[in-house]
């Protein structure tokens, strides 16, 4: 079963607008972390949020905050003030407490363009 | 932050022969490392959790012996595509993390990896 959907293949966005990217979950483990990435074109994978299971606020970072709804099992990223710069893959990533590993497990992605 | 070096950024090589892709944590110390690999507009895919000192763990439907991992230190796990055909064309990208459950995962560059 897939642990985490995202259902937006892709995205647009008006400069300087703020865009919602949804993500869903699946765990039955009560000790999770829910992270976003954002993969530029040139393939890197740049760290955006963090959002645990157990935190009681929701994850803010500069133009980045998370919509974390756990009886819903969402973690929507919200980008305020699109730049152009902000056009890329966004990924969406869980990692599991019981997983003593601690390996992230991705979603599909969103493609999101900017337009100026 | 923490950086994770990945060699080669990007490699060509001939059907039938072997490539090694390093990953190393440059300033922690990572007793797991992951191996993705990512095909063109789709998600990063888990092949393999490379642990320090052990044998790696393979997802499912990865062939053990056609990706060989190798941590042999706390700081670099190598992965060799051996006899690579062209549909393992692809860029394989490693992770590694400080090893707690609200660390972000740090990526290495990616390997683009052509098979001709």
């Known amino acids: 079963a897939q642990k985490i959907t995202q259902t937006q293949p892709g995205m647009f966005v008006q400069e300087k607008e703020a865009v919602t990217l949804d993500c869903t979950y699946d765990?039955?483990?009560?000790?999770?972390?829910l992270f976003w990435y954002k993969q530029p074109s040139s393939g890197e994978m740049i760290f955006l949020i963090y959002?645990?299971?157990?935190?009681?606020q929701n994850a803010t970072e500069g133009r980045y905050s998370l919509n974390f709804q756990k009886a819903r099992k969402s973690a929507n990223l919200v980008i305020s003030a699109s730049q152009l710069g902000d056009s890329a893959m966004y990924f969406c990533?869980?990692?599991?407490?019981?997983?003593?590993?601690?390996?992230?497990?991705f979603g599909s992605g969103t493609r999101l363009l900017v337009r100026p | 932050g923490a950086v994770v070096s990945q060699h080669p950024s990007r490699v060509i090589c001939k059907s039938g022969t072997s490539v090694k892709i390093e990953c190393r944590s440059l300033?922690?110390?990572?007793?797991?490392m992951f191996w993705y690999r990512q095909f063109p507009k789709q998600s990063l895919m888990l092949m393999a959790t490379?642990?320090?000192?052990?044998?790696?763990?393979?997802e499912q439907g990865v062939e053990k012996d056609k990706f060989l991992i190798n941590h042999a230190s706390l700081t670099l796990s190598t992965l060799t595509v051996t006899s690579a055909h062209p549909e393992d064309s692809s860029f394989y990208i490693c992770?590694?993390?400080?090893?707690?459950?609200?660390?972000?995962?740090?990526f290495g560059q990616g390997t683009r990896l052509t098979v001709v």
């Open positions: 490379s642990n320090e000192g052990s044998k790696a763990t393979y």
């Open positions: 992770s590694a993390s400080p090893g707690t459950m609200n660390t972000e995962a740090f």
């Open positions: 300033d922690f110390q990572a007793t797991t």
């Open positions: 765990t039955s483990d009560p000790s999770y972390g």
């Open positions: 990533a869980m990692r599991e407490g019981r997983d003593s590993s601690y390996k992230l497990i």
């Open positions: 959002q645990g299971s157990y935190d009681q």
